[in-house]
């Protein structure tokens, strides 16, 4: 069993930056691909980027794209979400999870196993 745990958010003022981190515990002795998805409130849980466990293929949400950064850490099982140019619409819980291997997809929350506990980021206008 993999534990996740987000850490990095915060209040910031739009335009601002964040960075987020996803440490996994566990059995980390494999490479996992992950994913970050986000959740505002009253609305479904949403993609917002993927990297494979080499780091060598990225996915995002159109609407993160060229704002978002998905990167790996040197330690095994980290991963960091950077957010630039936030908007107040960014504002969510936003959660690491483990891809399921079995899945060919990287955009469906039941694509995703063992999800942290969501670290909320708030973008004030």
């Known amino acids: 069993q993999v534990q996740l745990v987000e850490s990095g958010g915060g209040l910031v003022q739009a335009g601002g930056s964040l960075k987020l981190s996803c440490a996994a515990s566990?059995?980390?002795?494999?490479?996992?691909?992950m994913g970050w998805f986000r959740q505002a409130p009253g609305k479904e849980r949403e993609f917002v980027a993927g990297?494979?466990?080499?780091?060598?293929?990225?996915y995002y949400a159109d609407s993160m794209k060229g704002r978002f950064t998905i990167s790996r850490g040197n330690a095994k099982n980290t991963v960091f979400l950077q957010m630039n140019s936030l908007k107040p619409e960014d504002t969510a819980v936003y959660y690491c999870?483990?891809?399921?291997?079995?899945?060919?997809?990287?955009?469906?929350?039941?694509?995703?196993?063992?999800w942290g506990q969501g670290t909320q980021v708030t973008v004030s206008s």
């Open positions: 999870a483990v891809k399921k291997y079995s899945s060919s997809s990287w955009f469906k929350v039941e694509d995703y196993t063992s």
């Open positions: 566990g059995r980390t002795f494999i490479s996992y691909p």
């Open positions: 990297i494979t466990g080499s780091g060598g293929t990225i």
